[in-house]
C-alpha cells in the first residue's frame, strides 16, 4: 500500500510516521507537492489539489492537515465520492479558542484604543474603553471543535453563552443552544459574536447585512471561520458607521487581504493572517491524528473525523 505524505514534517516526526506506515505494511512516499510524485497512491495525508486527488486511480483514502475542507469541496470538478475524506478537526480547537479570547479582550479592555494612545505617547485615561467580558453575551457560531474551546474559555470569565448548532442539543458551558433557524431571534442580545463555522453552501453570507442590522449598536465580531461566512462588504460598512464597535478578523473572502482593502485601516479592526488556530507543532499533531486513522483504515475500523460530502464537513 503506497502511502503519500505531502505535509511538511520535521525530521524526527518524519521517521516516525514512515516507520509506522511500514510496521503496518504500507510505503510511505514524501513529496513536497503530490503532482510530481511518480507513484499512485492509496492514501494520501497532506495537501492536494482535487484534480489530482480525482485522477488518481487507486485512491482510498485521503486525510487533510487542515480542519476545514472547503478547499476540495464544491468545486468544478467533484470529490470523488469513493474516497473517504478526514480532516483534523480536534488539531486546532485550543489556539483557536484562546485566540478568539486574545482578540475579545483586546476589545473589551480598551486595548486598541489605548495601544494607539500609545502610538502618539498620549496618557489618556479613557476608562469607558475598559469593559469586562464578565455577564456580557457571547453567541459562538458553529460548535464544533472550535466552537467549544471558546465556549469553555468564554465561560471561566462569567459569560453567559448562546450557541448555534445545526442539531440543537446540549453543549457543556453553553447556556442556550439554538438551530440555524433561530440565529436572527438571538442576535438583538448578542454583544459579542463568535464565527467558527466551516465553508459550505449552508454558511456561505450567512451572516449577511441584514443579520449584522440584527446585533445591538457597539456589538463585536469576531471571525477565525471562513471569511466568505460573512458578506465583508456589509462588515465594513457596519463598522464604519458605528453600528459595530470592532472586529477581530482571522479570515478574509480574499486572502492575504489586498492592500487596498479598507479593513486594514480601519481603527476598530484587528487583523491576523489566518494564523489563529496555529501553533509550530500542528503538523505534528496532524500526523498524531493520521496515524491512529491509518491503523484504524487498516483494521478496516471507522475513521476518525470522516467528512460529509455532501454537508461539507
Not at 247 to 255: R, S
Not at 287 to 306: D, I, K, S
Request: glycine residues 10%; proline residues 5%.
Amino acid at each position: 500500500m503506497i502511502v503519500l505524505v505531502t505535509v511538511s514534517l520535521g525530521d524526527d516526526m518524519r521517521r516516525r510516521v514512515a516507520e509506522r506506515i511500514e510496521s503496518l505494511g504500507g510505503k510511505a512516499v514524501f513529496a513536497s507537492d503530490a503532482r510530481t510524485a511518480a507513484v499512485e497512491p492509496e492514501v494520501l495525508f497532506g495537501p492536494a489539489p482535487v484534480e489530482y486527488i480525482a485522477a488518481q486511480p487507486r485512491l482510498r483514502w485521503v486525510q487533510t492537515h487542515s480542519a476545514g475542507v472547503d478547499h476540495l469541496l464544491g468545486k468544478e470538478i467533484p470529490f470523488p465520492r469513493h474516497v473517504k475524506l478526514t480532516n483534523a478537526s480536534g488539531v486546532y480547537g485550543v489556539a483557536g479558542g484562546e485566540h478568539v479570547l486574545a482578540m475579545m479582550l483586546y476589545f473589551a479592555r480598551g486595548l486598541h484604543v489605548f495601544g494607539r494612545n500609545q502610538r502618539k505617547r498620549a496618557w489618556i485615561r479613557e476608562i469607558e474603553h475598559a469593559r469586562l467580558l464578565k455577564g456580557e453575551t457571547l453567541c459562538v457560531l458553529g460548535l464544533g471543535d472550535l466552537g467549544r474551546q471558546v465556549v469553555s474559555r468564554a465561560k471561566a470569565f462569567g459569560m453567559r453563552i448562546i450557541g448555534v448548532k445545526r442539531r440543537p442539543e446540549a453543549v457543556e458551558g453553553v447556556d442556550r443552544v439554538v438551530s440555524p433557524a433561530e440565529l436572527d431571534e438571538v442576535l438583538p442580545e448578542t454583544k459579542h459574536l463568535a464565527i467558527t463555522l466551516p465553508l459550505t453552501a449552508e454558511t456561505r453570507g450567512m451572516i449577511d447585512a441584514r443579520r449584522l442590522s440584527l446585533l445591538p449598536r457597539g456589538a463585536f465580531v469576531y471571525n477565525i471561520g471562513r471569511g466568505a461566512v460573512i458578506d465583508q462588504a456589509a462588515l465594513v460598512e457596519a463598522l464604519r458607521s458605528g453600528h459595530l464597535g470592532g472586529a477581530g478578523l482571522d479570515v478574509f473572502v480574499e486572502e492575504p487581504l489586498p492592500e487596498g482593502d479598507p479593513l486594514w485601516t480601519m481603527e476598530n479592526v484587528l487583523i491576523t493572517p489566518h494564523v489563529g488556530a496555529d501553533t509550530p507543532w500542528d503538523n505534528d499533531k496532524a500526523a498524531e491524528l493520521f496515524l491512529e486513522n491509518f491503523r484504524r483504515f487498516v483494521a478496516g475500523e471507522p475513521l476518525m473525523n470522516e467528512v460529509d460530502l455532501d454537508l461539507g464537513y
